[in-house]
């Protein structure tokens, strides 16, 4: 189980990831005045009984207990492996005190300049991503060509789970079109699936989809599902013990 706690204002949050029934009833005992979010509960019920609010969620999910993920990619992510490899294209992953406040800032500085390429309004919360480090749950991954950064892969793990919390590609890098990009992005996953898969863990998840329709997937959906593994639905839990709280946030 992955537990982030944060404090807002007056207010404790903990967002969880992989929930564990029992972990969880012992952190209930010990923080009655704080918020849950619970991601990942297999079904509306969970076996939780206090009262909340839930959310539907999608995901998209391989099993890195199968063997032979290799075969089971199509042909243009096995041809995007089997070049990368050849050009030299090398990954680095990054854990615990691996990873410095530099290498957090040059990842952030990466993805607030793709969000800002792309319109999108978002920023990299720094806070959250050190709260996970500080747990032993965070993972970074970088693919390099010719040393120079051309993407970042951030997962939060517990050891048998991990999840694709973040991703983003440098956009600028020299002597790298969009076409190579794409290509060398197929091989980081490719490579971490194996990463994963070689330290005994379970479950690779992608980190959420918009829609399990692959007809009406959005380019990063589409991007996602092109990859072995399947749709799974859960539910995110929200919920308090402090009747304050379930007035304030309307639980």
């Given at each position: 189980m992955v537990c982030i706690k944060t404090n807002k204002f007056f207010i404790k949050k903990n967002t969880i990831f992989f929930p564990n029934k029992e972990e969880i009833n012992e952190m209930l005992n010990e923080e009655k005045n704080s918020v849950f979010y619970i991601f990942g509960c297999s079904d509306e019920n969970n076996c939780f009984t206090e009262k909340g609010k839930t959310i539907r969620e999608i995901?998209?999910?391989?099993?890195?207990?199968?063997?032979?993920?290799?075969?089971?990619?199509?042909?243009?992510?096995?041809n995007s492996i089997r070049?990368?490899?050849?050009?030299?294209?090398?990954?680095?992953?990054?854990?615990?005190?691996?990873?410095?406040?530099?290498?957090?800032?040059?990842?952030?500085?990466?993805?607030?300049?793709?969000?800002?390429?792309?319109?999108?309004?978002?920023?990299?919360?720094?806070?959250l991503l050190k709260s996970c480090l500080m747990n032993d749950q965070l993972i970074l991954s970088v693919s390099y060509k010719e040393e120079k950064p051309v993407s970042y892969h951030v997962y939060m793990a517990d050891g048998e789970n991990s999840i694709l919390w973040h991703s983003c590609s440098s956009l600028y890098c020299e002597n790298v079109s969009r076409n190579e990009i794409g290509r060398i992005n197929r091989y980081h996953h490719y490579f971490d699936v194996e990463y994963f898969k070689n330290n005994s863990y379970k479950t690779y998840d992608w980190g959420g989809l918009e829609s399990d329709d692959p007809e009406k997937a959005n380019g990063i959906d589409a991007f996602k599902m092109s990859f072995p593994g399947g749709v799974v639905h859960y539910y995110t839990w929200i919920f308090t013990l402090n009747p304050l709280y379930r007035l304030l946030f309307r639980l």
């Open positions: 995901s998209w999910k391989y099993d890195l207990t199968e063997d032979d993920f290799f075969s089971k990619c199509n042909a243009t992510i096995r070049r990368s490899e050849k050009e030299g294209i090398s990954i680095k992953v990054f854990k615990g005190m691996e990873i410095t406040d530099n290498l957090l800032d040059e990842f952030e500085s990466a993805c607030n300049l793709m969000f800002k390429l792309k319109n999108m309004k978002r920023k990299i919360n720094k806070k």
